[in-house]
């Protein structure tokens, strides 16, 4: 085996133009295939078909399920963080989520930072009740201005 690479190795030497001529006609061949087969058109990022059709249907008939809307409250007092400005956000919130023609439509999630399910609302009154009622209290409806301003600045510290 190793005297007939070795015959082939010098033949190869002997003719090294020989070699490298078809190499290139390999190459070339090889090519030939790739320059034919080119696309003439670019890939379209959005292809056609029926479920792209539907799809397309689908967002120009329905709105988005789900819409996320951040606000920043005040109170006439100047301080929110308080037993009544946060009760009355709470009382607010209870009675968006049991009206008949709106609380349906809501959202419910987990939400992962405070570890709570939510029904179509989380506001700072809901982290607050929620803080006062791990620590034993029936809520933001039973409790001093102090002890919301200290669950409300643990649910500030922690977020």
Do not use: C, W
Request: glycine share 6%.
């Amino acid at each position: 085996m190793t005297e007939q690479l070795t015959s082939i190795y010098t033949k190869l030497q002997r003719h090294p133009g020989r070699v490298v001529g078809a190499v290139v006609v390999l190459t070339a061949l090889l090519l030939v295939p790739f320059l034919a087969m080119a696309p003439t058109v670019s890939a379209s990022t959005e292809p056609n078909g029926d479920v792209f059709t539907a799809r397309d249907r689908i967002d120009d008939t329905f709105v988005s399920s789900v819409h996320a809307t951040f606000m920043v409250v005040e109170h006439e007092g100047g301080d929110f963080l308080l037993a009544e400005p946060l009760g009355d956000l709470l009382d607010a919130e209870n009675a968006l989520r049991a009206d008949p023609e709106l609380g349906p439509t809501l959202f419910s999630y987990f939400e992962a930072d405070s570890e709570s399910d939510v029904n179509g609302i989380l506001t700072l009154a809901d982290l607050v009740d929620a803080e006062l009622r791990a620590a034993g209290i029936d809520g933001i409806a039973a409790t001093t201005d102090a002890q919301v301003k200290a669950a409300g600045t643990a649910v500030i510290d922690r977020y």
